[in-house]
């Protein structure tokens, strides 16, 4: 039986003090990301859609909705697609290596392999592999898609293809842009092909 889990990420955030928000209550989708959900949902108009759900972060739930009305879907919640925890939550952290400018911070980045400044990748992995099966079931041999954010998706996808877990936490060594898709394909329970999509990019 042929499904497929679509896991997408969510949209551009409004983020002006630009706050590494993590799990942080709040935050919303900018005009901007909106459109991009928009799009996303306008991309998988044509597929056999008949599962959605999404991490209960705000910025999730506002990504999923365009796919919820295209398709007739109500949005269910799995709290295993949310965001990783950091200990840098709430702060205002320099892109790059602002990080390792702060000597006060260098005894959280000990370790990057685990990492040692938030959730280890090996938990990540497994949260969203659960996550990720109880999509095909619910779907079977049909679509579901599920809405997750950027260090999930790029972990699991790493995970499901045999990668290092371990990464640069920067934009270009992840392969999960704003709004991407990222396509999993399952005869029953084996992965048998995999693909990534951009459609705000299209």
Same mark, same amino acid.
């Given at each position: 039986m042929r499904t497929t889990v679509h896991v997408m990420r969510h949209g551009e955030v409004h983020n002006?003090?630009?706050?590494?928000?993590?799990?942080?209550?709040?935050? &919303?989708?900018?005009?901007?990301?909106?459109?991009?959900?928009?799009?996303?949902?306008?991309?998988?108009?044509?597929?056999?859609?008949?599962?959605?759900?999404?991490?209960p972060l705000e910025r999730a739930q506002e990504t999923a909705a365009p796919i919820a009305e295209s398709h007739g879907l109500s949005i269910d919640t799995d709290d295993d697609l949310i965001e990783s925890w950091n200990t840098f939550e709430g702060q205002k952290v320099a892109p790059g290596d602002g990080a390792l400018r702060d000597p006060r911070n260098w005894p959280r980045l000990?370790?990057?392999?685990?990492?040692?400044?938030?959730?280890?990748? &090996?938990?990540?992995?497994?949260r969203m592999m659960a996550a990720l099966h109880r999509a095909r079931l619910k779907a079977a041999g049909h679509e579901a898609v599920c809405v997750? &954010?950027?260090?999930?998706?790029?972990?699991?996808?790493?995970?499901?293809?045999?990668?290092?877990?371990?990464h640069l936490p920067l934009p270009n060594s992840r392969l999960c842009n704003l709004a991407s898709i990222t396509s999993f394909t399952f005869d029953d329970d084996r992965l048998i092909r995999w693909g990534y999509s951009e459609p705000w990019g299209i």
């Open positions: 002006p003090a630009k706050v590494l928000y993590g799990r942080l209550p709040g935050y &919303h989708l900018s005009e901007r990301g909106r459109a991009q959900a928009r799009s996303a949902a306008d991309w998988l108009a044509g597929r056999d859609i008949v599962y959605l759900v999404a991490s000990r370790d990057p392999r685990k990492p040692s400044w938030g959730e280890p990748y &090996h938990e990540v992995a497994a997750s &954010h950027q260090l999930p998706v790029e972990t699991l996808r790493r995970a499901m293809t045999g990668r290092k877990l371990a």
